[in-house]
């Protein structure tokens, strides 16, 4: 069974739902003969890093409120986060352009440590708020994850490696998702936004038990909480 998720470095939704599904696939009997596929995909893809920034003060000036009126507005996602058992630090998180930081993930792909990537990549940005757009901190991963740093080099800026993501990100716009976290389920289905641990676990029961028959119901679901492409969370 093949499953592909979307997800962006700076979404905080998606590493809820990463913890989620996973704490799922652990107890899913058939765990093992499951393909799954991370792809790249961009919330904010013209956003300058700025380390003088917090995600809230950015979002702050950008919807004209006080950076305290976001914090109590994503208060509720500290506390998600918490029952995920995922230490989140959102309220020094910087502005970053997660660009570098999808290099890194194709790079993880290729060498067999997405998931790895992934969740290092989130702990760093989310937890120890570092500049994850910054390349001495992602050799610094990338050694973290027992990957080549000399072919990271080499692949950095490398045109099969941006190719790499543009092809998830034109995987994406031909989907229509506007959305992330986004877990599609075998051509069957798709689950949109984060969703909690008893939801994951019916979507791979449904997606194992129609893997060969053409269902395309994706209304099972109710979308989960998302950030989406106009900058908003929720």
């Given at each position: 069974m093949k499953l592909?998720?979307?997800?962006?470095?700076?979404?905080?939704?998606?590493?809820?739902?990463?913890?989620?599904?996973?704490?799922?696939?652990?107890?899913?009997?058939?765990?093992?003969?499951?393909?799954?596929?991370?792809?790249?995909?961009?919330?904010?893809p013209e956003i300058k890093t700025n380390q003088d920034s917090t995600y809230f003060s950015y979002l702050a000036e950008r919807d004209e409120i006080t950076v305290e009126d976001i914090a109590m507005e994503y208060e509720f996602i500290q506390e998600m986060a918490d029952d995920a058992d995922i230490k989140m630090n959102l309220a020094n998180a910087r502005v970053i352009n997660t660009r570098n930081a999808h290099r890194l993930l194709q790079f993880a792909k290729i060498n067999g440590k997405s998931s790895e990537?992934?969740?290092?990549?989130?702990?760093?940005?989310?937890d120890l708020n570092l500049n994850i757009d910054k390349p001495d901190i992602l050799l610094e991963l990338v050694e973290e994850l027992n990957l080549n740093k000399?072919?990271?080099k080499l692949a950095f800026d490398s045109k099969s490696i941006e190719q790499l993501?543009?092809?998830d990100l034109?995987?994406?716009k031909t989907l229509g998702i506007n959305s992330v976290p986004h877990f599609k389920f075998n051509e069957n289905f798709s689950i949109q936004g984060s969703q909690d641990e008893s939801a994951f676990i019916k979507a791979l029961e449904k997606a194992w038990n129609t893997a060969a028959e053409d269902?395309?119901?994706?209304?099972?679901?109710?979308?989960?909480?998302?950030?989406?492409?106009?900058g908003s969370c929720n």
């Open positions: 592909e998720i979307w997800s962006d470095i700076n979404c905080p939704f998606c590493y809820i739902a990463k913890k989620n599904f996973e704490k799922a696939l652990h107890r899913f009997e058939h765990k093992s003969e499951i393909e799954i596929e991370w792809r790249s995909y961009q919330l904010y990537a992934e969740e290092l990549l989130f702990k760093s940005y989310f000399d072919e990271f993501i543009l092809d034109k995987r994406a269902n395309t119901d994706d209304d099972l679901f109710e979308k989960g909480l998302n950030c989406s492409i106009d």
